[in-house]
């Protein structure tokens, strides 16, 4: 996002008004001009955002279902395995047994990580369509940034993380989140079939290149429809 500049102290005071050679008071300044934004803020409160988490639960059921019931089945399995390694640990002939706690607590590390892999696996279509719906958020943030600094008559925004302290009447996050919303009421949920995420997109746009092959073309988003569809 290359809209969201960083602030430094030397800008903040180049910024500030300065009368009688002393800075005004804090409450005093006002600076036309300037605003501050958190993008992630922005973006998580908008219309699109909050009604695909709410739609997710539903149209991605089997999937949560099958992560759920897959982590019950390896607690199920490591419970036993983690209590005798740890009546193990603590027997008096633990010191005279290190092989053999080393290779229990091996076999507890690799079902964990097998687990934890699998259940990512399930959940695989979901984070596809949380990624899907963030960039298509993404795609109309710079508008409505630029929307939300024109009807402010706004010339810098700041990242509000950048900044030490702020007036909220410099706080701009509201005004771009009521601009996505106009821009994108609400996004699809799911991605078509074959859609990656804009970064491993551009990973194998280079890969590609690299190879001299043409890269593949992205899956364009559907027309917009009704969200969980």
Request: aromatic letters at 4%.
């Amino acid at each position: 996002m290359k809209l969201l500049l960083k602030c430094t102290a030397a800008a903040l005071m180049a910024a500030g008004t300065i009368a009688s050679g002393a800075i005004a008071p804090v409450a005093a300044q006002s600076v036309s001009g300037l605003g501050v934004a958190d993008q992630r803020r922005a973006v998580v409160e908008s219309a699109a955002f909050v009604n695909a988490n709410a739609a997710r639960p539903t149209t991605y059921k089997a999937q949560y279902d099958a992560a759920q019931a897959k982590s019950n089945q390896l607690r199920q399995q490591l419970e036993p395995l983690v209590t005798k390694f740890n009546t193990d640990v603590q027997a008096p002939n633990a010191q005279q047994n290190q092989a053999a706690l080393q290779q229990q607590l091996g076999q507890i590390q690799q079902l964990r990580e097998q687990g934890s892999q699998e259940v990512q696996e399930i959940l695989q279509p979901v984070a596809l369509s949380e990624a899907y719906v963030l960039e298509q958020i993404s795609d109309k943030f710079d508008a409505a940034v630029r929307s939300a600094m024109t009807k402010r008559k706004i010339s810098i925004v700041f990242e509000v993380g950048s900044t030490l302290a702020h007036n909220d009447a410099y706080d701009l996050t509201k005004d771009i989140t009521a601009e996505l919303n106009a821009a994108i009421p609400t996004a699809q949920l799911v991605p078509p079939q074959g859609w990656l995420p804009r970064q491993q997109r551009e990973q194998q746009a280079r890969a590609a290149a690299a190879q001299g092959a043409p890269a593949a073309a992205p899956a364009a988003p559907a027309a917009q429809q009704p969200e969980g569809r």
